[in-house]
């Protein structure tokens, strides 16, 4: 039974450490659990999949999602229109459909996402997954870019391994760059300081991976500054060349990614003559430690 459902669910790798194109089938009607099956599997595989020819609306997009497990809520902010709720818009045009002036807020809110990150590391139960989905996508610019933290640590020599397992890192909503956190509220930025472990191994494959990002800024039990210095050095080598993918987007694609394992980030277009909107679910995890050793809703 499995060979036939593999037969018409195509995965090819894009990337020699990780990424997969997944075609042969239609995530906008209520995909069989056997093909879910095949799915997650691919996921802890290849830590980010890219699913060709979908065309989502929201609802459709947030039935597939519910499939990895619970979505957040996003609190109110420029990147979801102010309105909390399960899709984030990324977009540089306003509701009339039209280009956004540079010095709009939901403007200075992208340059969030050009930093390096995990999604939602900030939060006690960081997120497991994004998906991210195109809806308007412009003709050149605007890649979103992946590493893979897991292929980065593989590599690493055991003794530096050793080093770095057992430590914890505090991770903070606010970035560094105060400048960039502009539109959120200091209730919001207080509440959302937590510590997770610095190294992180998938339940189902054991695999490891270090858990960096621009939300990762202190060691615990270390000086402040030697803490950032470790956590800049350890982003700097996940993000070298040889484990980084960059996704052009096409009309139709749908992006999922695993945010134990990844870093991402928003690279920059011609936001004032292009038009661009892509719509992102995410996937809240459990503990970091313990996220879904089996199939989510097994
Ligand atoms: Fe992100």
Not at 2 to 26: M, N, W
Not at 72 to 88: F, L, R, Y
Not at 248 to 253: E, T, Y
Not at 260 to 270: M, V
Request: net charge neutral; glycine share 6%.
């Amino acid at each position: 039974m499995d060979s036939i459902i593999e037969s018409r669910i195509t995965i090819k790798p894009l990337h020699p450490r990780f990424v997969a194109e997944v075609t042969g089938i239609d995530l906008t009607v209520p995909v069989p659990r056997e093909d879910f099956r095949v799915i997650w599997a691919a996921f802890n595989e290849h830590q980010v999949l890219v699913f060709r020819d979908q065309h989502f609306d929201d609802a459709s997009q947030i039935a597939f999602s519910r499939h990895f497990g619970e979505l957040e809520t996003m609190i109110a902010h420029p990147g979801n229109d102010w309105n909390p709720g399960h899709i984030s818009v990324m977009t540089n045009l306003g509701k009339d459909g039209n280009v956004l002036p540079p010095d709009h807020p939901s403007m200075l809110h992208r340059a969030r996402n050009e930093d390096w990150h995990s999604d939602s590391s900030f939060k006690p139960v960081a997120a497991l997954a994004s998906l991210l989905a195109a809806r308007i996508v412009p003709p050149a610019g605007g890649n979103t870019e992946f590493a893979s933290a897991r292929a980065a640590w593989a590599d690493l020599p055991a003794e530096r391994k050793a080093a770095l397992e057992g430590l914890t890192a505090l991770h903070r909503m606010t970035l560094r760059d105060a400048d960039k956190d502009k539109g959120y509220k200091d209730e919001d930025k207080k509440r959302h300081v937590v510590t997770h472990p610095l190294v992180r191994a998938n339940p189902v494959n054991g695999r490891k991976a270090l858990y960096v990002g621009a939300h990762a800024q202190e060691i615990v039990g270390m000086p402040q500054e030697a803490g950032a210095r470790l956590i800049d050095e350890l982003t700097a080598y996940c993000t070298q060349a040889q484990y980084v993918y960059s996704h052009p987007w096409r009309d139709g694609d749908a992006v999922l990614w695993d945010n134990r394992c990844t870093l991402h980030r928003a690279t920059p277009f011609d936001a004032t003559t292009y038009k661009r909107r892509l719509h992102r679910t995410t996937i809240a995890g459990k503990s970091p430690d313990s996220a879904f050793a089996t199939l989510p809703g097994a």
